[in-house]
């Protein structure tokens, strides 16, 4: 049987796994500062729940879903995202009972039935965060600040913000309107997709990432010419507190972003050195989506990062992202009556929090020494017949190479001392 793993997933192997340990400590950190919970979601929710929250017109409801009927015949799909479920769970909880904003964060495996090239997987990783209750545009601006420090704490640099409006259901339904007459004559000139956007859902054209598409919607009237009084004042605000803040940010007009949910603010965070696949981040307001869900209406604002790019960013800046922890010791042994000793050696270090090695392959000294060196210990002790009989081990520091003897009882003061000494 030679099984490999399903395409667009992958194996973060030792090594790897350390540097998204030392990100997600800095997804900790930060949330804390920000003043963010965790919250921990299922990995599969009733299909519904996206269909109606993410829209059933948007390329990931209609074609990039994990959809099965679970064997009590309901259907069930793997989450493709973490806003949804989060309103969900704000809503079955009954959070909105206690202070709002409810002030939520989350991170875990996501799963989309894309074409994996690099930087886009089936399953992968976001770290995502939402704050429910409140319209207030220092919020929206607060969901933009949250990134990029996380970004910069993570050692990544040279990444971009770019900002746009896409309005209310009180003034997008026009803008949609012109655009579908605008496109409408000229739709056999778009790409099949298009052609099948154009009647159903005209914004998701400005997408597109076919050329031929783009020179066609080169000169169409921009939606933040279009917005309603209270979204442009909405939208200035955001602004200025931005300015406030000296976020540099790009305002680009024909950023939609894939779900229907989104109100007024978007925004995307992107690294040019990604390639096709330079998102990094990317978020808005859903004022409507806690009221879709089947709650009473709640204004809200939220984004996520995707990790795996991130990683990718991190690794083409050549990021020294964390120093390899490295263990304090090595206690070699000759077999026989010294085995048990050092294992009973190792344990009681370790109990003390002390990260230590042994030889597990009955290996020559001149073997276990090499090891501990490769493991580049501080300190090896060796366990010799010898010695044990007058209840002493040999201590030998490798940066030096002096040796010492020590009684048995004292290794542990000896060993911890020094560490504290460090
Ligand atoms: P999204 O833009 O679909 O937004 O995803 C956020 C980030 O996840 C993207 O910028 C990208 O870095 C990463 N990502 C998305 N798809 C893939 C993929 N197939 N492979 C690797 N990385 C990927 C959302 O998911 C919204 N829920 C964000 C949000 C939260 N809006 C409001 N609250």
């Known amino acids: 049987m030679n099984v490999r793993r399903p395409r667009g997933t992958n194996d973060i192997l030792p090594g790897a796994s350390e540097h998204w340990q030392f990100v997600e400590q800095k997804i900790r950190d930060i949330c804390h500062n920000f003043g963010y919970q965790e919250i921990r979601t299922p990995i599969f929710e009733h299909t519904e729940l996206f269909e109606r929250g993410i829209g059933e017109t948007t390329d990931i409801v209609e074609k990039e879903m994990y959809t099965f009927q679970d064997r009590g015949d309901r259907s069930i799909t793997l989450r493709p995202e973490g806003t949804a479920p989060v309103v969900r769970a704000f809503l079955e909880n009954k959070l909105y009972a206690q202070p709002l904003p409810a002030k939520l964060y989350y991170f875990g495996p996501m799963f989309r039935y894309e074409k994996p090239q690099a930087g886009r997987y089936r399953q992968f990783y976001q770290f995502g965060v939402e704050a429910i209750g409140s319209a ?49 004559e000229k739709l056999d000139q778009f790409c099949s997709n298009c052609q099948g956007r154009i009647e159903r859902n005209p914004l998701r054209v400005l997408d597109c990432k076919s050329p031929k598409c783009q020179e066609l919607i080169d000169d169409i009237p921009l939606v933040l010419d279009s917005l309603c009084p209270e979204c442009s004042e909405h939208f200035a605000q955001v602004r200025q507190y931005l300015d406030l803040l000296e976020i540099d940010y790009i305002i680009n007009p024909k950023l939609v972003r894939g779900f229907d949910y989104y109100t007024r603010t978007v925004f995307e965070i992107t690294v040019a050195s990604l390639g096709a696949q330079n998102a990094i981040g990317g978020g808005g307001r859903y004022d409507g989506l806690v009221e879709e869900c089947g709650g009473n209406p709640a204004p809200a604002v939220g984004f996520a990062v995707g990790l795996d790019r991130l990683m990718l960013a991190l690794e083409n800046q050549e990021s020294q992202i964390f120093t390899p922890r490295k263990p304090d010791g090595f206690v070699a042994h000759f077999g026989g009556v010294t085995k048990p000793v050092a294992i009973k050696v190792v344990n009681d270090l370790r109990k003390q929090g002390l990260w230590v090695e042994m030889d597990y392959l009955d290996r020559s000294l001149k073997a276990q020494m090499k090891s501990a060196n490769r493991f580049n210990c501080n300190w090896v002790l060796i366990i010799g017949e010898d010695e044990l009989a007058d209840n002493k081990v040999k201590l030998r520091w490798l940066a030096s190479g002096e040796e010492e003897e020590v009684e048995l009882d004292n290794i542990q003061v000896r060993l911890l001392n020094e560490r504290e000494g460090q």
């Open 136 to 184: 207030d545009p220092a919020l929206d601006v607060e969901m933009i600040v949250l990134p990029i420090e996380f970004y910069k704490s993570c050692g990544l640099s040279g990444f971009q913000v770019h900002i746009n409006s896409i309005g209310c259901p009180t003034c997008r339904p026009t803008y949609r309107d012109t655009l579908r007459k605008m496109f409408s």
